[in-house]
């Protein structure tokens, strides 16, 4: 279900977003530029980010891809200089980059665990601390960490995935606690099952039906409707809002036991 397509006033905001080399990171760097910020498209794979920019600057707005990987402090460090000197500023954070790995506890290799929490917890601290040290700087800005309902749930058979991002959600009050006096706002927003090209296929199956009629709106969240609440927390709509995390998930959180 398309939903209808939000903008906020972001004019001349420099918004880094990582992940968005493709899925919800370039649905957010699209949705961004839309609302006058300019972009830095950021992930490891540089050309897919490049060619996310080339999509954004045909449109009208102003992007610039940059290789990142979140979990390596030195391609972080690396970045987020890159970022400052190109745009002069850093006003906006979405710390969207995250993977999963699947399967049952008892047989989770080290290797999994590691590159899970690596990715989802540990990036997006480094990537708040070097935005934060921009920001500070400069008198403020909101970073966004992109959670997950499985932050505040859980779910069999993800565990590293799960535990990452609790850790997310309370890493974004420690975050909020520290750096309110900087005027650095931290948020997370945490979807609940969204569709993707990755999971469109699983959604269609029966499991995939199963599961929608455990989620009380009964649809699949889409990319859209996350806009409205990425929004108010990238912008000064949210101007009093910090240590928060907005769920958006069709219910699905306070489905029925
Ligand atoms: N889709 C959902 O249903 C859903 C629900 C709740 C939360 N989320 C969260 O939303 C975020 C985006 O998910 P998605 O569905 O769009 O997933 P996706 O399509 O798999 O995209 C993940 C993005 O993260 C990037 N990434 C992975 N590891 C990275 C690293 N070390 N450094 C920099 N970038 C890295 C990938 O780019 P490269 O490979 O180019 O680095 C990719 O662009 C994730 O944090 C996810 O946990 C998704």
């Known amino acids: 279900m398309p939903g209808p397509s939000f903008t906020a006033n972001l004019g001349g905001r420099v918004a880094l977003v990582t992940g968005a080399s493709g899925g919800l990171g370039a649905h957010f760097a699209a949705l961004l530029a839309r609302s006058g910020a300019r972009v830095a498209v950021a992930a490891r794979r540089a050309e897919s980010c490049a060619a996310v920019c080339e999509a954004?600057?045909?449109?009208?707005?102003?992007?610039?891809?940059?290789?990142?990987?979140?979990?390596?402090?030195?391609?972080v460090g690396a970045?987020?200089?890159?970022?400052?000197?190109?745009?002069?500023?850093?006003?906006?954070?979405?710390?969207n980059a995250g993977i999963s790995a699947a399967g049952p506890s008892l047989d989770l290799p080290e290797e999994a665990w590691d590159?899970?929490?690596d990715t989802n917890l540990k990036g997006a601290f480094l990537c708040a601390q070097a935005a934060a040290r921009i920001m500070r700087a400069r008198g403020g800005g909101a970073i966004v960490n992109v959670a997950s309902i499985l932050g505040l749930r859980v779910a069999a058979q993800v565990a590293p995935y799960a535990a990452s991002k609790a850790g997310l959600v309370q890493l974004t009050r420690a975050l909020a606690l520290e750096w309110a006096r900087h005027g650095v706002r931290v948020n997370a927003l945490c979807p609940g099952y969204v569709e993707t090209d990755i999971n469109r296929g699983f959604f269609a199956s029966d499991a995939g039906q199963a599961m929608v009629k455990r989620i009380p709106q009964r649809r699949i969240g889409t990319a859209e409707d996350l806009d409205g609440p990425l929004l108010l927390l990238c912008s000064d709509a949210s101007r009093y809002m910090t240590g928060a995390e907005i769920a958006v998930d069709g219910g699905h959180l306070v489905s029925s036991l």
């Not at 102003?62 to 391609?75: G, K, N, Q, Y």
């Open 79 to 95: 970045a987020f200089a890159a970022v400052e000197a190109r745009f002069g500023a850093l006003d906006v954070l979405v710390n």
């Open 56 to 75: 954004l600057r045909a449109a009208g707005g102003e992007a610039e891809a940059f290789r990142l990987d979140v979990a390596d402090a030195a391609s």
């Open 115 to 117: 590159r899970v929490v």
